[in-house]
């Protein structure tokens, strides 16, 4: 049962993984549209990823990745 649980959390893990690598320009470009700070935009795109990660461990799954992590940016 451990094992099952830690193959499912290494999975989650790695799609997360691949979702941060392909959106993190998109959602640090945004927030830097929106505060014209380099600091405050580097903040919104931490704690997006951080809210976004959360959301992702409890299973749910966006069908549009981009306007969901920029959702949750903004």
Known sequence: ?????????ARTQRSFE?????HVTDVYRY???VTG???????VTQTTFMNA????????RPRK???WLLTIAH
């Open 1 to 9: 049962m451990a094992a099952r649980l830690s193959l499912a959390h």
């Open 18 to 22: 691949t979702l941060y690598h392909e």
């Open 31 to 33: 927030a830097l549209a």
């Open 37 to 43: 700070q380099k600091s405050d935009a580097e903040d």
């Open 53 to 60: 990660y959360r959301a992702y461990a409890r299973g749910e």
């Open 65 to 67: 990745p981009q306007n």
